[in-house]
């Protein structure tokens, strides 16, 4: 059996052994204790998925077919069809009438698609619309179906002056039709004005009267006036990079039943044929909607707005329009600071809610009436994303847009409160990196967003393989973009490092497992009143110093609050799910920083308080407000509830954040993983029953950190739900689970020592002795070593260490052992090696055979300064014993094999394994099988677009190194 250990020398995780373990698609589950099988067999929900882009309907079904196929060969558990072709510059080669989105082509091929999908046990969801936003070609501009915006036009006039003519036409040009709402009047004042905005008085602003669109008005005899005209019109916007279809699409007003019933009446009609409805019933899947891009000149709108605003706000919109309306995305008019923001917050709430209802709501319950879930981006716009989580069933975000992982954890707190399981990403686009991608790139920039809880991972993306005018190697939906290189990536056969694929996919697919398992633990939640996301704004003291101590956090809006799961019982706030500890509140960071909070809220916080729940606030809380526009008495009514919530004792209030950990404390919260050292480790926990998951990445915290990640080396506490619960180590590249050699027991959990270089991932479970089949399910194991490290032989405990001598390790019950290692030969750098690499090329792949007295990467090997594709690199070595095999340097993916046998999945991120059940005395063969990305090829073969590529270190460039080991059982143990 293989055996799974911590390298104390190497500072990682190793794999030792040589038997694979039996397999299982069974979830765990807290009657059941997984067996081994089902970490490394993971089951086809949890497989990684792809953006499946399509050139509309310009696709054949055959081949259609095929790239199912592809896709399940690769490991990968489904796919989601998108009709984009940005690339494609010129639209005339597009056929939108027979193979547009929508037609009986495009249906045909969505057919092929879910037949074959169900054949290989794949799901497809399907993208709500092409491209995007949601649009249908069944509207027009006007329609009252079709995307709204209020536009308006102003004129200064002068004290006791009169205006007389046509209502002053929109200031930002739109479409001609439009209809006049209302006139205003408002007097300048110069008090209220910003940089940028011109301030008005509010008590000055007053309905003018209208005759058609014709305004007769004397201003008052003193101040400056401003006329101010709204219109309402629609905003002509269309899908990205269209046409798609004929008539031409447009976007659908997301804030009005009649937009999401275009939506809905769209598919009833034209694609849902009998077949699709069928093979959907059969296989699931999803509708999915890309983020909400809603792109207007004036203020986002929907014909319905001023009485949906005063039905739920209470007072009417028309007295705050002036500081509510936009052009081109900017405010122009200003009150008072706090009555502006007030008045913002108002109009932007009820957009959210509209959006929520209408929309994101109405969409999931037709989805369900189909058999599929509704997955989405719920940002884009300034509504409430953490409350769009709980609506949504699979709520996802994205790794380009998404500026540190809070804004994974907003919308984390909207799933786990609403008891969903899927946190979705759009994963790895990245601007001017077609075909240039390394999957060690992705995994770096994914790592830290699990620990943040995301556990499904949609890659971006895999194109469908030509369209017209596509040149070599076939279509790719982002490039060209703009004439040169795109968004990566057309991941897919295509690429030589897909040769390697089941690793990587194998990879996701084992840390979605764990991610999925039991409930979610955090040990705060963070109220944020104004719940957007994609914005980068952390929560004080947590994001900064928190995380970096172990302390884990989740956001959540009032929305939230109003959930069956959001109560309180043992002191825990949803303690089903995310079990929080304690609830964190600090100002609106989306507005000034304002204490503010609605009553409701207010109430919910003090019945929470008095049912024990730990909460802490920041700042001075005595003097709250109501987040919009207050009614009368509201603020004295917040007030007096917030008197009596800091009165509770389960209440700190504090006034600097780093007083934060202080308050905490004498709450008596502490975290779930604790270390001494401020440290880039990133966690995230899971309980199942008795067992506990913990996923463990020295992750990034933002794309780009400064000073960047370096390797992690230090101990951890965990905490355990079984008292008697004993650490795994759970390896996601091989699927190997064993039990963990060296830890000591620190009160209710485990201490270990975690060793990750820069985006290396592990997982430890927690539970009962046993738990996957392994063995040493009752020996003692060891608490502390001079050895490199301990590990759980067959029937004792081994040291092992890169010296001769004896090796000293404790035991749990306090006895010493003493381990005698004789000699162990030193290390060997490998220099020479004998080079085969296939060069793919648009006119079919070449061979280059070289040999190599040195390695170097093949942008320095004048024969392979352009090349792109596989390389076998083959060496003889004679060794005596076990050892390491230390890759170095190598781009991207490996293989290696030893004497013709394939050694487990390479950790890309970590390239060392262990050779030594795979060697034998005397000379042995060793090869190491490298993929490379496309780009260096790309940049001769179509140097139009991509000759801007620097030509880019591909290949094995190492050092490689073989680090010898010496092994000796510990005498006296069983």
């Not at 091929?109 to 070609?137: F, H, M, N």
């Not at 069944?138 to 200064?156: D, N, R």
């Not at 209440?651 to 007083?659: G, P």
Request: charged share 20%; aromatic share 8%; hydrophobic share 40%.
């Amino acid at each position: 059996m293989e055996r799974i250990v911590y390298d104390l020398t190497r500072r990682t995780f190793l794999v030792l052994g040589t038997t694979a373990l039996a397999l299982s698609t069974q979830p765990a589950s807290a009657a059941t204790a997984p067996g081994a099988g089902w970490f490394a067999r993971p089951r086809a929900a949890v497989r990684p998925r792809v953006r499946w882009w399509w050139p509309d309907a310009h696709v054949d079904p055959a081949e259609i077919r095929r790239e199912v196929d592809q896709l399940a060969d690769a490991g990968f558990g489904g796919a989601e069809i998108a009709a984009v072709h940005h690339s494609i510059s010129d639209k005339s080669v597009l056929d939108p009438v027979g193979h547009g989105w929508g037609t009986p082509a495009w249906n045909a091929a969505v057919e092929a698609a879910l037949d074959q999908a169900a054949r290989r046990g794949l799901t497809i969801d399907l993208t709500i619309g092409p491209s995007w936003p949601a649009a249908v070609p069944t509207i027009t501009p006007e329609s009252p179906a079709a995307v709204k915006e209020l536009a308006h036009g102003s004129v200064t006039v002068a004290a006791g002056a009169t205006y007389t003519g046509e209502a002053p036409p929109p200031a930002v040009e739109g479409r001609p039709a439009r209809t006049l709402l209302l006139v205003q009047a408002a007097r300048i004042d110069t008090a209220n004005s910003t940089r940028d905005e011109t301030g008005l008085d509010p008590a000055s602003v007053r309905e003018v009267p209208v005759t058609g669109t014709t305004v007769s008005w004397t201003a008052p005899a003193e101040g400056e006036w401003v006329l101010i005209a709204y219109w309402e019109r629609g905003s002509g916007q269309r899908p990205e990079s269209g046409p798609h279809t004929a008539p031409e699409a447009y976007v659908v007003d997301h804030f009005s039943r009649a937009g999401t019933q275009a939506v809905i009446d769209f598919w009833e009609s034209r694609l849902l044929t009998p077949a699709v409805r069928g093979l959907l019933k059969r296989s699931g899947g999803a509708l999915f909607e890309d983020s909400i891009e809603i792109e207007a000149g004036g203020l986002p709108w929907t014909p319905g707005m001023l009485a949906e605003f005063g039905r739920r706000r209470g007072h009417p919109l028309t007295p705050l329009l002036p500081v509510i309306v936009l052009a081109d995305e900017d405010p122009v008019f200003a009150y008072d600071a706090a009555l502006t923001r007030h008045a913002r917050k108002d109009y932007w709430d009820t957009v959210s809610e509209l959006f929520n209802e209408h929309h994101f709501t109405m969409l999931r319950d037709w989805a369900h009436s189909l058999g599929l879930e509704l997955r989405a981006q719920p940002y884009g716009l300034r509504t409430d994303a953490i409350a769009s989580a709980a609506v949504l069933d699979v709520p996802e975000g994205e790794s380009l847009g998404f500026k540190n992982l809070d804004d994974y954890r907003c919308l984390a707190g909207g799933r786990d409160l609403a008891g969903h399981e899927v946190l979705s990403c759009e994963a790895g686009a990245y601007a001017g990196g077609a075909y240039t991608t390394t999957w060690t790139k992705l995994l770096s920039t994914m790592g830290g967003a699990y620990a943040a809880g995301l556990n499904q991972t949609v890659l971006h993306g895999f194109s469908y393989a030509t369209a017209p005018g596509a040149g070599w190697p076939g279509f790719a939906a982002f490039t060209p973009y703009g004439g040169t290189a795109g968004y990566s990536e057309s991941w897919g056969p295509r690429q030589p490092t897909w040769h390697h694929i089941t690793d990587v996919s194998g990879y996701f697919a084992r840390i979605h497992q764990i991610m999925r398992e039991g409930a979610p633990r955090a040990d705060v939640a963070v109220l944020r009143q104004t719940g957007y996301t994609k914005t980068g704004l952390g929560a004080s003291w947590f994001t900064a110093s928190g995380v970096p101590t172990g302390w884990t956090h989740q956001f959540v809006s009032p929305p939230l609050l109003d959930l069956p799961a959001a109560r309180v019982s043992s002191g825990r706030l949803a303690p089903s799910g995310p079990a929080y500890k304690a609830l964190f509140v600090e100002g609106d960071k989306f507005y000034a920083g304002e204490r503010t909070m609605t009553v409701p809220t207010a109430e919910r916080l003090l019945e929470y308080a008095r049912d024990g729940l730990p909460i802490v606030l920041l700042g001075a809380w005595e003097a709250a407000s109501v987040p919009g526009v207050p009614g009368d008495g509201e603020n004295e009514r917040l007030r007096a509830v917030v008197a009596g919530l800091l009165a509770e004792p389960t209440v700190r209030v504090v006034a600097d954040q780093t007083d934060v950990p202080a308050a905490l404390a004498a709450l008596g919260v502490r975290p779930d993983v604790r270390y001494a050292t401020a440290s880039t480790l990133l966690t995230a926990r899971r309980v199942a029953g008795e067992v506990d998951y913990y996923y463990l990445c020295n992750g990034k915290h933002v794309e780009n950190p400064k000073p960047p990640v370096t390797a992690v080396d230090h101990e951890v506490t965990l905490a355990r739900t079984a008292r008697d619960g004993v650490p795994y180590l759970l390896d996601p590249w091989t699927g190997r689970a064993e039990r963990i050699a060296l830890y000591a027991e620190d009160g209710d959990g485990i201490r270990l020592r975690v060793a990750l270089r820069p985006g290396q991932a592990r997982v430890v479970a927690i539970g009962r002795p046993g738990l996957f089949g392994t063995g040493a399910a009752h020996a003692p194991h060891a608490t502390a070593t001079d050895a490199d490290l301990v590990r759980f032989g067959k029937g004792s405990l081994v040291a092992r260490a890169s010296r001769a001598g004896a090796y000293t390790t404790t035991l749990s019950g306090g006895r010493t052992a003493t381990a005698v290692i004789g000699a162990v030969p030193e290390p060997v750098n490998l220099s020479s090696w004998r080079l085969k690499v296939t060069d793919v090329r648009p006119d079919g792949p070449l061979t280059h055979p070289l040999s190599l007295d040195r390695l170097a990467p093949w942008s320095d090997i004048p024969d392979l300064a352009d090349v792109s594709g596989i390389g076998v690199y083959s060496t003889e070595v004679s060794l005596e014993g076990g050892a390491y095999l230390d890759l170095g340097a190598v781009t991207d993916t490996c293989r290696v094999r030893v004497n013709g046998r394939p050694l487990p999945p390479v950790d890309l991120l970590d390239p060392v394994v262990d050779v030594g059940p795979y060697v034998r005395r005397g000379t042995n063969t060793i090869e190491v099988e490298v993929a490379t990305p496309l780009g260096n090829r790309l940049r001769v073969a179509d140097p139009a677009v991509y000759g801007g590529l620097p030509r880019r270190p591909y290949g094995l460039m190492g050092p490689v190194r073989l680090l010898p080991y010496g092994e000796a059982r510990l005498p006296g143990t069983p």
